[in-house]
């Protein structure tokens, strides 16, 4: 299961005297003892998500999917970002209270990604479509309850009216999460971001990086890499998220789940679904895996 690792704005300051629980990882033991910071002010902590939830009802939460735990070089960047933040001191720098292990909801927080982009390409709020332009899994906010909340919309494009395409004259948005039709033609358009959200959807499957660099060069983009492997119930098996429970899925729900995924990146934008379509077929995805799994319908609520 990938880490998720949980940031938060805090709204007040943390008592100076808190200092069991410090975070130290193992690579930096031995500096830090021979040079220790000189202002150390607050650390950060490792807590259940029970404490989490007790901990962060005044903070907005932040979750990124990481590789797994064998990757060693996910895990060393995770390290070095919880070290690094805990020990920044600044009010205009995010501050990490501390992080927790937690892969479960992955369907909730595909469906409400998925709702978060409807909204915006439907035009209901500001009378024209917006494009994201920058969806990736590290700009999807989570919620103690797991509600996702998409951010960061520096990049985001309202769409001139009566226009369904936007000329533009740089590229822009993520490596890994880039259309391909937009990348040729420099031409944006909603289905874009749909682009973008298939590879989220591969993330939530696969457990892996959309870009990973050290990987084999046929095995760096995460799209190429499964992209054969999606409608393929065989190869598909090999791609699943080893860390990811059995008992919390169904192979007909994956199938499903990865069909959807397949569609959503294709090359060709006019052949992707829209993000309503997105919508109502992870809600199918979500009723068909609790069905199988035996789960009370009362569940789907509250979804």
Known sequence: MPFGLVSAWNKRRRSKSQDQGIYKPAEFWQIEEQNPPAKRRQ??????????????????????????LKAAEGEREFRVEVDILSRMDHPNLVSLIGYCADGKQRLKVALGSARGLAYLHSSSAVGIPIIHRDLKSTNILLSTNFDAKIS????????????????????????????????STGRLTIQSDVYAFGVVLLELLTGRRAVNLNQGPTDQNL??????????????????????????????????????????????????????????????IFHTNSKGLGMA???????
């Open 43 to 68: 650390g950060s902590s490792v807590f259940t998500l029970k404490e989490m939830e007790a901990a962060t009802k005044s903070f907005t939460i932040k979750k990124m999917e990481l590789p797994p």
């Open 152 to 183: 960061d919309f520096g990049l985001a494009k309202l769409m001139p009216e009566g226009q369904e395409t936007y000329a533009t004259a740089n590229v822009l948005g993520t490596f890994g999460y880039f259309d391909p039709e937009y990348t």
């Open 223 to 284: 799209v190429l890499q499964a992209r054969n492997m999606l409608n393929d119930r065989k190869k598909l098996r090999k791609i699943i998220d080893p860390e990811l429970p059995r008992s919390s899925y169904t192979m007909e729900s994956i199938a499903m789940f990865a069909n959807l995924a397949s569609r959503c990146v294709r090359i060709d934008s006019t052949q992707r679904p829209t993000m309503s379509e997105c919508v109502k077929e992870l809600q199918l």
């Open 297 to 303: 319908l009362h569940t789907l609520r509250m979804i």
